[in-house]
């Protein structure tokens, strides 16, 4: 006789095999200038075969609560942007240690950008990243496969100070 659980473990036992994960490859980063003066430089750029990014990120003010950062999130469909309707702004402390911490931080493997809760507000200075990759496995909730676009820009009384667009490749894998 079989045990009634075991057709019940093999049916979530299946959809566990068909879940789908994303990998995602940069396409390209690009620096969003400030309104009318740019206080957080993104110097990065895609290199290399396995398209890293790497640069610097050079601010020139320390970015305190008293800047917001928002991240749009656009899709491309039929040749034109799209906006996928997700999209989220936050005070720079909420912002780091919700979204940064969660969705880019474990890219920055050779970093000294601060990742730790604690670390903000971040101090001006200039901060590296070497050979980050843009892990695309915290993307599945939001992301779609193909090319998606995020526009990050840190702004002070709806006047931006500086910011990056970042273009990625998500496709799905199955395991």
């Given at each position: 006789m079989l045990f009634p659980g075991i057709p019940l473990l093999l049916f979530f036992a299946?959809?566990?095999?068909?879940?789908?994960?994303y990998e995602s490859r940069l396409e390209s980063i690009k620096r969003i200038d400030g309104d009318t003066e740019t206080l957080f430089e993104f110097n990065?750029?895609?290199?290399?075969r396995d398209n890293l990014a790497n640069g610097s990120m050079n601010f020139l003010a320390d970015l305190s609560d008293e800047f917001e950062v928002s991240t749009l999130l656009y899709v491309l469909q039929r040749g034109e942007w799209r906006s996928s309707n997700?999209?989220?702004?936050?005070?720079?402390?909420?912002?780091?240690?919700?979204?940064?911490?969660?969705?880019?931080?474990?890219?920055f493997?050779?970093?000294?950008?601060?990742?730790?809760?604690?670390?903000?507000?971040i101090k001006k200075g200039e901060y590296y990243v070497r050979?980050?990759?843009?892990s695309g496995a915290t993307w599945a909730n939001f992301g779609k496969t193909g090319l998606n676009k995020c526009i990050i820009t840190i702004r002070k009384?709806?006047?931006v100070f500086g910011g990056l667009e970042v273009v990625v490749v998500l496709t799905e894998q199955r395991f």
């Open positions: 299946s959809l566990e095999q068909v879940r789908a994960k990065l750029r895609v290199i290399g997700i999209g989220v702004c936050y005070k720079s402390c909420t912002y780091i240690a919700i979204i940064y911490a969660t969705y880019f931080a474990p890219s493997k050779d970093s000294n950008f601060p990742i730790d809760k604690e670390s903000c507000p050979n980050a990759d843009l009384d709806d006047v």
